[in-house]
């Protein structure tokens, strides 16, 4: 193969038009640029994208997540279980709101958690479960459900909120999901509360963002948790910045010392655009899946199923496993790619490999899956700007790498 020096092809670019650029024009010439009716208008059309009727729109996927916590009032004293094959997101807000971070291991052979170890982890101090959407592919949640249903008899509920659900709250973290389909419903509307990522890297872009969207509560008001979500986002004030607009409406209240993480109406701006074009953004993903998974069929690697007959991808990541091979095998691999211009990534080292997350206590020997999963994996190019050409070139890259690196 001869080295092509000009070509570059980037891992995850943002996929952003005119349009966008003309609608977030708008929004600074409209006088709103902070949360204003951008920003709501985008939380009605998440919610209905995903067959849902609630929807707050936050600055991170992180934030969507912390919040949802604070919203079902775990703090000290509780726990909460994720996986260890994850971004250090989905287990930092756990640490943030003081309670005890559980992390199990993925079951042999797969990237989400297993089951049987979710299941004896739970105990008397569990209040949620956070599974992820890893590459945005969903987990199996009518198993989640089965688990936390089946072990209603430990859970102890701390506020109004964890009474009503009266068991182990799952709380998906959907950050790579934003459109992806569990048995027919949309992720946003399977679990008690779902978290989505805006970041400039997801499929669905806000530059940054996210939303948390959650399944009405038998018992509680929808418009008492939007209301809380609202307090909690912006430092417990009883009005936003539209609301206090009205003639005479400039009063006030601070109901606690919150936090400060709402979405602009400039980022929502990008979003409203951005939902025009998904549904065609998302076709594009599962084309160059397709493509993907055809070129590679021959060869003796592994690859992440992302269209079965359970679940539609939101086709985020394009995750390969290297068989049989070992870390420093993968990292040169990575390297001959990046050589012929081709960017690559790693999904992901698991938590307790990284420094915050030893410090806990936790010790990448005791999730053997996880790192197995970890050591030869390879993700691949997968965005919506790159052309037939791209892949084509993608593909040849990784065939001549592999050969390369068999023949030493």
Known sequence: MSTNEERKISFSPPDITEEEIQEVAAAMRSGWITTGPRTK??????????????????????????????????????????????????????????????????????????????????????????????????????????????????????????????????????????????????????????????????????????????????????????????????????????????????????????????????????????????PGMLARRREIIGRYDAGLQNLPVEVLAHYTDEHISSGHLYLVRLTGKAAEYRNRFIEKMAERGVATNVHYKPLPMHTAYKAMGFDIKDYPHAYAMYENEITLPLHTKLSDEDIGYILEVFKYVYRDMECQ
């Open 41 to 278: 208008e985008l939380e009605q059309q998440v919610s209905a994208f995903c067959d849902n009727k609630n929807a707050v729109c936050l600055n991170s996927a992180t934030a969507a997540l912390e919040m949802t916590l604070r919203v079902l009032g775990i703090g000290p004293g509780d726990e909460v279980i994720t996986s260890a094959y994850t971004y250090t997101a989905s287990a930092s807000v756990v640490s943030h709101v003081g309670a005890k971070l559980v992390l199990v291991d993925t079951a042999e052979n797969s990237l989400e958690m297993d089951y049987d170890a979710l299941e004896a982890a739970i105990t008397e101090r569990t209040k949620a479960v956070i599974p992820v959407d890893l590459a945005g592919v969903p987990c199996d949640y009518d198993r989640l459900f089965a688990i936390v249903e089946g072990q209603k008899d430990k859970f102890f509920p701390r506020n109004k909120i964890q009474r009503a659900i009266g068991r182990v709250a799952v709380l998906a973290d959907g950050a790579h999901a934003f459109g992806a389909v569990y048995k027919g419903k949309k992720i946003g509307s399977v679990a008690d509360f779902t978290s989505f990522s805006f970041h400039a890297v997801k499929n669905f872009t806000t530059a940054e963002g996210g939303a948390a969207l959650w399944n009405s509560i038998d018992g509680i008001a929808d418009e008492d948790i939007y209301k809380e979500y609202q307090l909690l986002s912006l430092h417990g004030q009883n009005k936003d910045a539209l609301a206090k607009t009205r003639l005479g409406a400039w009063e006030y209240d601070i109901k606690g010392t919150y936090f400060k993480c709402n979405m602009t109406d400039i980022l929502a701006a990008v979003g409203l655009i951005q939902m025009k074009r998904y």
